[in-house]
C-alpha cells in the first residue's frame, strides 16, 4: 500500500549548495513524496545535485521554481515553517511527529507546504509569521543546528511514519511469507532419508529424530530459510548419486 502525498511540497528556500538539494529528493523519492518547489535556486544542473539525488533526479527536474517566499506559499493552502526561531506570535512549536499526523488529515482536501529555510540563517521571523503553523526537531540544546537535507529526511520519514500507523502498516517493505508445516515435514523426511543412506544412527529411543522435531517446532523459518537448506541438502545427495549410491 502506497501513501498518496500529492497534495504535500517541500518548499526549499534559496538553498546555496545543489547538493542539499539532491540529498533531499533522494530522501523525498524514499519515503514516498514527489512535489518540490524551489525559492531562488543554485545551479541545479551541478554534479554534486545529480550525484547525490541518486535515482531521483526527476524530482528536482519537474520541481516548480520560484523567485519569492510569497510566491512560493501562494502555491499552497496550508504551510509549515519549519524553524529554531521563537517568538511571542508563537506559543509552541509542534514536533515533527505531531505536525505530520495534521498533514494527513488536512493533505486531503489542502495543498501543504513544509517549508525549509536557509542553510545560514533558516527562515526570518517574518516568513515563520506568515505561515500557519511552525515546527521545530528537538536537538540537544548546544547544538541545535541540523543540515537541510537532514531535516528534510527527518520530516517525511515521520510523515511516512505516521502514514503507516494510520493504516496498521508493519515496518517491512514487503510481507514475510512464514514456512507452513507440510514444508517443515518436507525437510524433515529429507533429512532422515539422508541419515539413512548414510547409515547414521539415531541414537537410543530415536533421540535425533525428537530432538530435530523440537528444532523445528521453536523456530519461525521464511519459505526461503527452508528453500536454503533444501538446497544444501539436495547438494548432498547430487553427490551421493555421482558416487553410485542411490537416494530412496
Known sequence: ?????????IILHSIENPG???????????MGLNNMVLINPPDLEAEEAKKLAYMSYDIIEKATIVSSFDEAISLVDITVATTRRKGKWRERFMPPEEISEL????????KIGIIFGTEKTG??????????YASEIPT?????????????????????RAFMRT?????FSSPIKKASGREYRRLFERVMNLM??????????NKFSKSLNRLFARTEWETKDIATFDAFLKHIEQYVEKKGDKIR
Do not use: H, W
Request: charged share 25%; hydrophobic share 40%.
Open 1 to 9: 500500500m502506497k501513501p498518496d502525498f500529492s497534495n504535500v511540497y
Open 20 to 30: 542539499n538539494i539532491g540529498s533531499a529528493a533522494r530522501a523525498m523519492k524514499n
Open 103 to 110: 498533514i494527513l488529515v488536512k493533505k486531503e482536501v489542502n
Open 123 to 132: 527562515l526570518t521571523n517574518d516568513e515563520v509569521v506568515k505561515c500557519d
Open 140 to 160: 540537544v540544546v548546544d547544538y541545535p543546528s541540523l543540515n537541510i537535507s537532514q531535516a528534510v529526511m527527518i520530516y517525511v520519514y515521520e510523515l511516512y
Open 167 to 171: 493504516n496498521n502498516l508493519k515496518p
Open 196 to 205: 539413512k543412506v548414510f547409515d547414521i544412527s539415531e541414537g537410543f529411543e
